[in-house]
């Protein structure tokens, strides 16, 4: 056996240092994770599968659902068959579910070959490796689109959740396949993505994981979004990154309830791994913040943020702003505004000369306190200090270092701010001084 280099064995450590709150976190969760029919034929899936094996072995509930478009359509070529699609969804006649039946059950076969592998013949029917399917999933008929009638292309109408939930409360691994009868026993075709979106919904998961070749958003100015709530998401102008398909099932799955959607890259060797036990993850979070605005103060707000930071300054937690210092510095605050009341606030001050950026009195409402509204708000913030050319952000702050740091955020010295503001530092509230660098989202 060859030794580990030293640095191999610290970046071992810190790696394992870094997931350790993660592997507590996802242990019990529920995750739905789709895997298109081009990852399962790539010379990459065996790894994948031993990725997702790990999951189960921490204790993650996982459901599976499988495509297999490549393989359907290679089929069709073969047999000669020609068909067409409506959007994204194939129209299924008779002919050509004849094909696609065959192909999605060897790819079926081809996912549960792979567990098999990383199993071994030791741990096969193991609790966490044991891969289980069953008729979940009740189709009906998508019907007519556009004046297309799609035939035997379905989707799902219900999905018996209790059923699914026993296998995963056994530690089985839960895998779908995109097809499913319909109560008259009439055999459908399902979008493997509109289905991965639909169960994950429907079994309540915590996280939808959508493998795709391409993870990362860019929008139109060529900024990276690494985390992105769905409002933001709906309302980008312009942005180049995964398939519409695949945002439309992240944005469903948003609407429908699921916490969080992940776009893992099908092309990085353990992007899962990283994304999910990394602090800064390497793919797209879209994520559901119960919140109904973010937006840029105005004037008019200057009350509301009052009102948010005053108890606050009374218990010394942030140092006192006047009202007309509030109003001067209007233009550097941003808000998050719940049914008209403000219910949370921060500010950035950028420091050009150094390419740094003050984010302060970052607050949010007692009442609305733990709804991930303070990571959300400090994202946005951090996002604004990136676009005016920062890219490394700090706070100061006396009694909130351990959320900072777990924001990512790390203990720096004096020294290491804007000499403009190392002249302003209050000695006597003694404040901790916390930096970020900004890898561009
Ligand atoms: C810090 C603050 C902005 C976080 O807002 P939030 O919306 O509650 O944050 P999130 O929901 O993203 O995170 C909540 C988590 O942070 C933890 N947390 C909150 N304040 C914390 C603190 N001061 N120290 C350590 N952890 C803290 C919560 O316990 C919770 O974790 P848990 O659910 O595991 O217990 C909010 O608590 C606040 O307004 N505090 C008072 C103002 C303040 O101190 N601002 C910083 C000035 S620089």
Redesign the pocket.
């Known amino acids: 056996m060859t030794q580990a280099t030293p640095q191999a064995q610290q970046s071992f450590v810190g790696f394992m240092r870094e997931a350790s709150p993660y592997l507590r976190a996802h242990r019990g969760q529920t995750f739905v994770v789709y895997l298109g029919g081009d990852l399962v034929e790539a010379p990459a899936f065996p790894l994948v599968v031993q990725d997702l094996a790990l999951l189960c072995g921490i204790g993650v509930k996982l459901v599976l659902v499988h495509g297999a478009r490549p393989q359907i359509e290679a089929r069709l070529t073969v047999a000669g068959v020609a068909t067409s699609l409506v959007g994204d969804l194939r129209v299924t006649d008779s002919a050509t579910l004849q094909e696609v039946r065959p192909a999605i059950v060897l790819v079926r076969y081809a996912v549960e070959a792979q567990f098999a592998q990383v199993a071994g013949p030791r741990q096969i029917g193991a609790p966490g490796l044991r891969v289980t399917g069953g008729n979940f999933v009740v189709a009906r008929p998508v019907g007519v689109v556009a004046g297309t009638d799609l035939q035997f292309t379905g989707e799902a109408r219900k999905v018996d959740t209790q059923g699914l939930r026993a296998q995963l409360e056994r530690s089985d691994i839960v895998l779908i396949s995109p097809l499913a009868y319909s109560p008259t026993g009439e055999l459908f075709s399902l979008n493997a993505l509109a289905l991965a979106s639909a169960l994950a919904v429907e079994i309540n998961a915590c996280k939808l994981v959508l493998y795709t070749p391409e993870a990362a958003i860019t929008d139109g100015q060529g900024v990276l979004w690494r985390q992105v709530t769905a409002p933001e998401l709906r309302d980008l102008p312009a942005f180049k990154g995964p398939p519409a398909a695949v945002l439309d099932a992240a944005l469903r799955a948003c609407q429908g309830g699921v916490e969080r959607v992940h776009l893992v890259s099908s092309a990085q060797d353990g992007a899962l791994l990283l994304e999910l036990f990394t602090r800064d993850g390497v793919g797209t979070l879209i994520s559901n913040v119960p919140f109904d605005q973010r937006r840029a103060a105005t004037i008019e707000d200057v009350g509301g943020i009052l009102a948010l930071i005053e108890p606050?300054e009374a218990a010394g937690?942030?140092v006192k702003r006047s009202r007309a210092k509030l109003e001067r510095e209007i233009g550097r605050f941003e808000i998050m505004v719940r049914d008209g009341m403000t219910v949370?606030c921060g500010a950035v001050y950028p420091y050009p000369g150094e390419q740094m950026a003050e984010l302060?009195?970052?607050?949010?409402h007692p009442d609305?306190?733990?709804?991930?509204?303070?990571?959300?708000?400090l994202m946005a913030l951090e996002r604004q200090a990136l676009a005016a050319g920062s890219s490394c952000v700090f706070?100061?702050?006396t009694?909130?270092?351990?959320?900072f740091q777990?924001q990512g955020y790390v203990r720096s010295a004096l020294e290491d701010l804007p000499i403009a503001r190392q002249a302003l530092y209050n000695a006597q509230r003694n404040s901790v001084v916390l930096v970020k660098n900004l890898s561009p989202r």
């Open positions: 606050l937690v942030l949370a302060a009195c970052i607050v949010v609305y306190r733990r709804g991930g509204f303070g990571a959300a708000l706070v100061l702050t009694q909130t270092t351990h959320w777990e």
